[in-house]
């Protein structure tokens, strides 16, 4: 069964920096998803970015970039220039080709400190 | 911001009642998903559909239906609820082609006494 893992429940970054959010999956399929999911206190969840496993060129949306290691199941999130309204909850989901089942990692809580 | 509602946003209701949650989205999206998320953890998959007369259980054994008569209209019907039920719903929709949800409701905040 394919799991998702994000190891740091909680982040912190000063207001203008630079976080990194770890994202590591199992997997055996070679054809799958990879997304980053924010959701805000209290408001919607909303789809960040996603990544195809066939492309090797990292997705990258304004501020939000991935780091995809595929050969490592490694899928991290960078946001750059840190803003208030990027405090939320992240989580890393994975859907393998064809499937309609997401999975989720726990999540990791993200902190602006201003 | 997605035009997709649920409603409820809060519901406090005794056990052994018939809960229906509504959410309905306005973007003509075909592929509709519920899911159900405790605080502070991963969301399961517990209901999907791929359009009209089309609904499929997901992950997450549930003891709610849905039915989606309508294009823009995904209801979850508990029909006795439990305080094993409480917990957050979040319906979410996406188009087509594309691989994940890409839109999610505010959620519904269940507690059952």
């Known amino acids: 069964a394919q799991t998702v893992t994000q190891s740091q429940p909680e982040m912190s970054v000063q207001e203008a920096e630079t976080v990194t959010l770890s994202c590591t999956y199992d997997?055996?399929?070679?054809?799958?998803?990879l997304f980053w999911y924010k959701q805000p206190p209290s408001r919607q969840m909303i789809l960040v970015i996603r990544?195809?496993?066939?492309?090797?060129q990292n997705a990258t949306e304004n501020r939000f970039s991935v780091n995809f290691q595929k050969a490592a199941k490694s899928f991290s999130l960078k946001i750059s220039d840190s803003q208030l309204g990027d405090a939320a909850m992240y989580f890393c989901?994975?859907?393998?080709?064809?499937?309609?089942?997401?999975?989720f990692g726990q999540g990791t809580r993200l902190t602006i400190n201003p | 911001e997605a035009d997709i509602y649920q409603t409820p946003r809060y519901l406090v209701i005794g056990t052994g009642k018939k809960i229906t949650l509504e959410c309905s989205q306005t973007?003509?999206?075909?592929?509709m998903y519920w899911y159900q998320q405790d605080p502070g953890m991963e969301l399961h998959l517990i209901h999907y559909?791929?359009?009209?007369?089309?609904?499929e259980k997901g992950d997450l054994s549930s003891e709610s239906t849905v039915s989606r008569i309508r294009t823009e209209h995904f209801p979850l019907t508990l029909e006795s609820a439990r305080p094993s039920h409480t917990s957050q719903y979040l319906c979410?929709?996406?188009?087509?082609?594309?691989?994940?949800?890409?839109?999610f409701g505010d959620g519904t905040r269940l507690s059952i006494l």
């Open positions: 979410a929709s996406s188009e087509g082609g594309l691989p994940g949800p890409q839109h």
């Open positions: 997997t055996s399929e070679s054809d799958y998803y």
């Open positions: 973007m003509g999206h075909d592929k």
């Open positions: 990544q195809e496993a066939y492309k090797q």
């Open positions: 559909s791929y359009g009209v007369n089309s609904t």
């Open positions: 989901a994975y859907r393998k080709e064809g499937a309609q089942k997401l999975v």
